[in-house]
């Protein structure tokens, strides 16, 4: 026994410390994987000297003789703080995470496969001009300079990501930045999820106004009825099996920011109604909340003779663009317009010959490719890729489609993003030298996806809008427009052509003086040509036209400002008064959530419990109401949807939603509201205590801040993760979109991810702020330093002047071409 205690002894006296001291220098070691503040480096392929200076909030100002040179530069910074991210969306875009990852992303790399993006972007980059090739070549000679780099003496050469998964990137190609660039459209492309449901909606054997009762169109569109869906595609109708909850959707479960709704705000305001005389824009994207930001402030500088031109604005790492911004002369903002550009066609497959397929003409064999996914520490998984007529053939645990669709059939993929002379990265590559608006919206004419609703302004007074991208043009005889699959046997069906550029939706200069997109409805009626039915709420929207557009105060560079941190929500102002009206005075309702809610001034503030109330009993009622008809399907419809709420509200609904099928009754909305509130207070008590006085919407709304992948690893989350206290609510300018169907309901998962406001009177007053911080490393001070302000909706400046910002520096890099150049 004594000698057990002696051992006993000895091992915490010598082998204890032992092990302190080598975790204390693994995590040194691992600290040092942050880049050395200043340094210099042999670039292959420069003409001239390059310069990063970083300034004290970690912002690279990349200086250079020519534009390609500080391309290089900016591939050069975006490897030293953003590797791993530029990482993920590589290997996303490819759909090799599974290589990473291991089975849990199999389904996500069999999907992103199924699309035959390399196939695509291999074409896309020999189409290219030579300019757009240099590019891309200067770019990643950039990225390959940092990553090609020899280590420095006890300091891990990667990041911590790298280390911990035992992972070592390859070199960047031009091709890599293509397909990095597809991600965009990816998602941002949304119509397609609008079509499954709707198509699963019918399998349940719904009619086309119940479904439209759930998806309620803009309502100042009239869409014609939808067909029979079942008679149409052939479907079968009735109950579907819930042992695998629709909406679940495994498969895209792939990086935050990466595949998630987006959404944005954005106005521009001539010089005719601000107190400078000068235009104002204003832009603020609303996107999944990740760490880090998809976003990185960049400011480029091509040495000029007398006048440098400037670029500054937000990057996404692994792109060469600077994509909301601004020049010496424009500046541009915008929203993802939700243009219809996808449609999904029910292929018949030859029950004869399961290698063809039916067209108008007959049957025709599939286009197919073996793929193979590496996955770790797992076999391979091998799969045939298929494509038709229309496009590729999506797997069938996509969205569940699946348990959807017609015996014998599959369903195959037509969108614009995926046509091989989708030339859109050549757009971002020609803003350094744009000089006023219109130059601006003719440099967008090979503009494909995704298609944007961009403000723009010019420092002569010009203010303007356009919506550039191929949109398709579909037979007028097609009744379902773009809202659910349709048969792919049947040429009324097949696109007809393309909106001619100058078709799409342009302003310069209109008589209001001011031009505001929130991604509702942004054409009038005479719009000649259809883009969408399924635009978003516009309460956003609104919101920003009584603060902006309509407001004829003059306006003045901080009254933006102060309209992007609004969280008044004009959404819920509509549905408080009908929901507490409707269950007021019931003996089954708790009265002082009633007073509370009926006295509240419909400000999504951090502080205040009324938006935690409601938002609770909003979540809770769409529950109770819509998920016995929904069944499995609900999972997928489940978020904010006050449109549909109001819609039910008024009686005007094609099925009474609120009577629960599964119960012998017929319960009224009011019985169903009131239970509804009563669980919601009930769950809240449970998580937050049942003193009211210490429930507040900030701590419930934390920003989710993901990392990918540990977010999921709770020893490293901590780490990695970026949470903070957050206002704002769905139906807000400063938005915070909670996300209903997961297991923390409140928590914010797409909020504002940038705020811009740029002044044409002096556009280095210009201000700036994104959701986390410039460097991707988790050692680095610069990692979530921007979370907080970002929080309060501060801002800070980003300087042209080297007099200005060279006060500021932090750090030094100088990049040099090869001797023998």
Same mark, same amino acid.
């Given at each position: 026994?004594?000698?057990?205690?002696?051992?006993?002894?000895?091992?915490?006296?010598?082998?204890?410390?032992?092990?302190?001291? %080598?975790?204390?220098? @693994?995590?040194?070691?691992?600290?040092?994987?942050?880049?050395?503040?200043? +340094?210099?480096?042999?670039?292959? @392929?420069?003409?001239?000297?390059?310069?990063?200076?970083?300034?004290?909030?970690?912002?690279?100002?990349? %200086?250079?003789?020519?534009?390609?040179?500080?391309?290089?530069?900016?591939?050069?910074?975006?490897?030293?703080?953003?590797?791993?991210?530029?990482?993920?969306?590589?290997?996303?875009?490819?759909?090799?995470?599974?290589?990473?990852?291991?089975?849990?992303?199999?389904?996500? !790399?069999?999907?992103?496969?199924?699309?035959?993006?390399?196939?695509?972007?291999?074409?896309?980059?020999?189409?290219?001009?030579?300019?757009?090739?240099?590019?891309?070549?200067?770019?990643?000679?950039? #990225?390959?300079?940092?990553?090609?780099?020899?280590?420095?003496?006890?300091?891990?050469?990667?990041?911590?990501?790298?280390?911990?998964?035992?992972?070592?990137?390859?070199?960047?190609?031009?091709?890599?930045?293509?397909?990095?660039?597809?991600?965009?459209?990816?998602?941002?492309?949304?119509?397609?999820?609008?079509? #499954?449901?709707?198509? =699963?909606?019918?399998?349940?054997?719904?009619?086309?106004? *119940?479904? *439209?009762?759930? $998806?309620?169109?803009?309502?100042?569109?009239?869409?014609?009825?939808?067909?029979?869906?079942?008679? $149409?595609?052939?479907?079968?109708?009735?109950?579907?099996?819930?042992?695998?909850?629709?909406?679940?959707?495994?498969?895209?479960?792939?990086?935050?920011?990466? $595949?998630?709704?987006?959404?944005?705000?954005?106005?521009?305001?001539?010089?005719?109604?601000?107190?400078?005389?000068?235009?104002?824009?204003?832009?603020?994207?609303?996107? +999944?909340?990740?760490?880090?930001?998809?976003?990185?402030?960049?400011?480029?500088?091509?040495?000029?003779?007398?006048?440098?031109?400037?670029?500054?604005?937000?990057?996404?790492?692994? #792109?060469?663009?600077?994509?909301?911004?601004?020049?010496?002369?424009?500046?541009?903002? $915008?929203?993802?317009?939700?243009?219809?550009?996808?449609?999904?066609?029910?292929?018949?497959?030859?029950? !004869?010959?399961?290698?063809?397929?039916?067209?108008?003409?007959?049957?025709?064999?599939?286009? /197919?490719?073996?793929? /193979?996914?590496?996955?770790?520490?797992?076999?391979?998984?091998?799969?045939?890729?298929?494509?038709?007529?229309? +496009?590729?053939?999506?797997?069938?645990?996509?969205?569940?489609?699946?348990?959807?669709?017609?015996?014998?059939?599959?369903?195959?993929?037509?969108?614009?993003?995926?046509?091989?002379?989708?030339?859109?990265?050549?757009?971002?590559?020609?803003?350094?030298?744009?000089?006023?608006?219109?130059?601006?919206?003719?440099?967008?004419?090979?503009?494909?996806?995704?298609?944007?609703?961009?403000?723009?302004?010019?420092?002569?007074?010009?203010?303007?809008?356009?919506?550039?991208?191929?949109?398709?043009?579909? !037979?007028?005889?097609?009744?379902?427009?773009?809202?659910?699959?349709?048969?792919?046997?049947?040429?009324?069906?097949?696109?007809?052509?393309?909106?001619?550029?100058?078709?799409?939706?342009?302003?310069?200069?209109?008589?209001?003086?001011?031009? %505001?997109?929130?991604?509702?409805?942004?054409?009038?009626?005479?719009?000649?040509?259809?883009?969408?039915?399924?635009?978003?709420?516009?309460?956003?929207?609104?919101?920003?036209?009584?603060?902006?557009?309509? &407001?004829?105060?003059?306006?003045?560079?901080?009254?933006?400002?102060?309209?992007?941190?609004?969280?008044?929500?004009?959404?819920?102002?509509?549905?408080?008064?009908?929901?507490?009206?409707?269950? !007021?005075?019931?003996?089954?309702?708790?009265?002082?959530?009633?007073?509370?809610?009926?006295?509240?001034?419909?400000?999504?503030?951090?502080?205040? =419990?009324?938006?935690?109330?409601?938002?609770?009993?909003?979540?809770?009622?769409?529950?109770?109401?819509?998920?016995?008809?929904?069944?499995?399907?609900?999972?997928?419809?489940?978020?904010?949807?006050? &449109?549909?709420?109001?819609?039910?509200?008024?009686?005007?609904?094609?099925?009474?939603?609120?009577?629960?099928?599964?119960?012998?009754?017929?319960?009224?909305?009011?019985?169903?509201?009131?239970?509804?509130? &009563?669980?919601?207070?009930?769950?809240?008590?449970?998580?937050?205590?049942?003193?009211?006085?210490?429930?507040?919407?900030?701590?419930?709304?934390?920003?989710?801040?993901?990392?990918?992948?540990?977010?999921?690893?709770?020893?490293?989350?901590?780490?990695?993760?970026?949470?903070?206290?957050?206002?704002?609510?769905?139906?807000?300018?400063?938005?915070?979109?909670?996300?209903?169907?997961?297991?923390?309901?409140?928590?914010? =998962?797409?909020?504002?991810?940038?705020?811009?406001?740029?002044?044409? =009177?002096?556009?280095?007053?210009?201000?700036?702020?994104?959701?986390? @911080?410039?460097?991707?490393?988790?050692?680095?001070?610069?990692?979530?330093?921007?979370?907080?302000?970002?929080?309060?909706?501060?801002?800070?400046?980003?300087?042209?002047?080297?007099? %200005?910002?060279?006060?500021?520096?932090?750090?030094?890099?100088?990049?040099?071409?090869?001797?023998?150049?």
């Amino acid at each position: 026994m004594m000698r057990i205690l002696k051992a006993l002894i000895q091992f915490i006296f010598f082998a204890v410390p032992l092990l302190l001291i %080598a975790a204390g220098a @693994g995590f040194l070691w691992m600290a040092r994987s942050l880049p050395p503040t200043d +340094g210099n480096m042999t670039v292959a @392929g420069l003409s001239g000297s390059v310069t990063i200076s970083r300034d004290d909030r970690g912002v690279p100002h990349i %200086a250079g003789s020519s534009f390609d040179d500080v391309l290089a530069g900016l591939g050069f910074a975006h490897a030293q703080d953003r590797l791993w991210q530029m990482e993920i969306f590589r290997r996303a875009s490819q759909g090799r995470l599974s290589e990473l990852f291991g089975e849990p992303t199999i389904d996500a !790399d069999m999907w992103l496969r199924s699309l035959g993006l390399a196939d695509t972007t291999a074409e896309t980059y020999e189409l290219l001009p030579d300019s757009g090739k240099t590019a891309l070549d200067a770019y990643v000679s950039g #990225i390959n300079a940092w990553i090609e780099r020899e280590g420095r003496e006890f300091a891990s050469k990667w990041p911590p990501e790298f280390v911990i998964l035992r992972h070592e990137p390859e070199p960047w190609r031009p091709i890599d930045v293509l397909m990095t660039f597809k991600l965009l459209s990816i998602t941002l492309g949304e119509n397609a999820s609008f079509e #499954i449901m709707r198509l =699963a909606f019918s399998r349940l054997g719904m009619n086309s106004a *119940e479904i *439209e009762d759930l $998806l309620p169109s803009s309502a100042d569109d009239n869409p014609p009825e939808l067909p029979d869906m079942a008679a $149409l595609l052939g479907l079968a109708t009735g109950p579907l099996a819930d042992e695998e909850p629709a909406g679940d959707h495994s498969m895209l479960r792939t990086p935050p920011g990466v $595949l998630t709704e987006r959404a944005s705000n954005n106005w521009v305001i001539s010089g005719e109604r601000t107190t400078t005389g000068k235009p104002l824009l204003a832009n603020d994207p609303h996107l +999944g909340l990740s760490a880090p930001s998809v976003w990185y402030l960049v400011h480029l500088r091509v040495e000029n003779g007398d006048e440098a031109d400037n670029l500054v604005g937000v990057t996404q790492p692994g #792109i060469p663009s600077v994509l909301m911004g601004r020049n010496n002369h424009v500046a541009w903002g $915008l929203t993802n317009t939700y243009t219809d550009v996808q449609d999904i066609f029910i292929e018949k497959v030859n029950p !004869d010959d399961p290698e063809q397929y039916m067209t108008p003409e007959g049957w025709r064999a599939f286009g /197919t490719k073996e793929e /193979t996914i590496r996955v770790k520490n797992a076999e391979d998984t091998t799969f045939t890729r298929r494509w038709t007529r229309h +496009g590729p053939v999506l797997p069938g645990k996509y969205q569940d489609l699946g348990k959807y669709l017609p015996k014998n059939t599959v369903a195959a993929l037509q969108w614009v993003a995926l046509d091989p002379d989708d030339m859109t990265i050549m757009s971002g590559l020609g803003a350094l030298t744009v000089r006023t608006v219109s130059e601006f919206q003719e440099g967008l004419e090979f503009y494909v996806s995704p298609m944007q609703s961009m403000v723009l302004a010019d420092t002569q007074g010009n203010i303007g809008f356009i919506a550039p991208g191929r949109v398709p043009i579909r !037979d007028p005889q097609n009744k379902v427009m773009g809202r659910a699959p349709v048969p792919g046997w049947d040429a009324t069906y097949d696109w007809t052509g393309a909106i001619p550029f100058n078709g799409l939706p342009r302003q310069i200069n209109p008589r209001v003086g001011a031009i %505001a997109t929130a991604n509702a409805k942004m054409v009038g009626p005479y719009y000649p040509y259809f883009l969408t039915f399924d635009w978003r709420e516009d309460w956003r929207q609104k919101r920003i036209d009584a603060l902006i557009v309509d &407001n004829e105060t003059p306006q003045t560079f901080q009254m933006s400002r102060k309209a992007q941190a609004d969280v008044h929500s004009l959404g819920f102002a509509t549905m408080v008064p009908q929901m507490t009206t409707l269950v !007021d005075g019931r003996d089954d309702v708790d009265p002082d959530a009633i007073a509370r809610l009926k006295a509240w001034d419909f400000e999504m503030v951090k502080d205040s =419990a009324e938006p935690l109330i409601f938002v609770a009993w909003f979540r809770q009622a769409m529950i109770d109401i819509y998920a016995d008809d929904l069944g499995p399907v609900f999972a997928s419809w489940i978020r904010p949807r006050v &449109n549909a709420v109001e819609r039910l509200l008024s009686g005007n609904t094609a099925r009474d939603w609120c009577d629960n099928r599964n119960t012998p009754n017929k319960e009224s909305c009011a019985e169903i509201m009131s239970a509804s509130l &009563n669980t919601a207070l009930k769950n809240l008590e449970k998580e937050y205590g049942a003193d009211r006085t210490q429930w507040n919407w900030g701590r419930a709304h934390q920003t989710t801040g993901s990392h990918t992948p540990f977010s999921n690893v709770p020893v490293l989350k901590d780490l990695f993760d970026v949470k903070v206290a957050s206002p704002g609510g769905p139906y807000t300018i400063d938005r915070g979109m909670p996300e209903f169907g997961s297991d923390k309901p409140y928590e914010n =998962a797409l909020g504002t991810s940038m705020r811009a406001v740029y002044d044409l =009177a002096d556009l280095d007053q210009s201000t700036f702020m994104t959701s986390t @911080g410039q460097s991707g490393n988790p050692f680095s001070k610069h990692y979530r330093d921007f979370a907080e302000p970002w929080s309060n909706a501060q801002a800070f400046t980003i300087s042209t002047d080297p007099a %200005a910002y060279e006060t500021k520096v932090e750090g030094l890099w100088e990049l040099s071409p090869p001797a023998n150049n």
